[in-house]
């Protein structure tokens, strides 16, 4: 048990739907991240929150829109996705910044744009 | 642009046997990372190395820090089917990002 839970686990979604995926942490943590997880590639940070306030946008796509409500969720509204963006997405908190912090990632979110 | 490479890409070895896994990059980092990723699931943190030079043992597992923070390695001794995952390196940078290499995909087979 990670501490981390993302929903939905899998998710297959046409060019013209849109969708949300969430997340949930429980570890009392301060900064949430998404992140990208295509086969073959290092994972790609696409946002970070830090006390709900976004502090990282690596330059992605307008088509992803990310949402943090509050310090213990995160969301990533999906609309008019590219079969390319079909891939793991994962969702991590960490506590704070500093030398060496941990980040806890949740199981992920399968994507398949047809 | 920060790059960490991560050699080899795949590696499948018989059980008990002893295997290096490498992370290179021209880039100098506050801390390296090593996670371990099973399939369905998120990278799981195996170990931080801060300073240049650092040895850090982990039963089996042995992880190296370069005198000059830009690379790294990973040992595993007498490797079990247990150890099979994909072990990702990342390196940390100031503020919120880390940068992750592609992997190194280990198969044990019994």
């Known amino acids: 048990e990670t501490g981390v839970t993302q929903t939905p686990r899998h998710l297959v979604m046409g060019m013209t739907n849109k969708k949300s995926l969430k997340c949930e942490q429980h570890?009392?943590?301060?900064?949430m991240y998404w992140y990208k997880q295509s086969a073959k590639k290092p994972l790609e940070l696409m946002f970070v929150?830090?006390?709900?306030?976004?502090?990282e946008n690596n330059s992605v796509p307008s088509r992803f829109s990310p949402e943090c409500p509050n310090s213990s969720h995160l969301f990533l509204h999906l609309h008019t996705l590219q079969p390319e963006d079909s891939a793991l997405y994962l969702c991590?908190?960490?506590?704070?910044?500093?030398?060496?912090?941990?980040?806890?990632f949740g199981p992920g979110t399968r994507l398949t744009v047809l | 642009t920060q790059l960490l490479e991560q050699s080899p890409q795949f590696l499948s070895i018989q059980e008990g046997e002893n295997l290096t896994v490498y992370c290179n990059s021209s880039?100098?980092?506050?801390?390296l990372q090593w996670y371990r990723q099973e399939p369905g699931e998120g990278p799981v943190l195996l170990v931080t190395?801060?300073?240049?030079?650092e040895v850090k043992k982990l039963k089996r597992l042995t992880f190296q820090f370069g005198d000059a923070r830009k690379d790294s390695s990973l040992h595993i001794t007498a490797a079990q089917t247990g150890d099979t995952g994909l072990y990702l390196c990342?390196?940390?940078?100031?503020?919120?990002?880390?940068?992750f290499g592609a992997g190194t995909r280990l198969f044990v087979k019994a």
């Open positions: 991590a908190s960490s506590q704070e910044r500093g030398l060496g912090y941990e980040q806890f």
């Open positions: 570890l009392g943590h301060n900064a």
């Open positions: 929150y830090s006390l709900e306030e976004r502090v």
């Open positions: 880039s100098v980092f506050s801390s």
């Open positions: 190395v801060v300073t240049g030079g």
């Open positions: 990342a390196g940390v940078t100031g503020g919120f990002k880390t940068i």
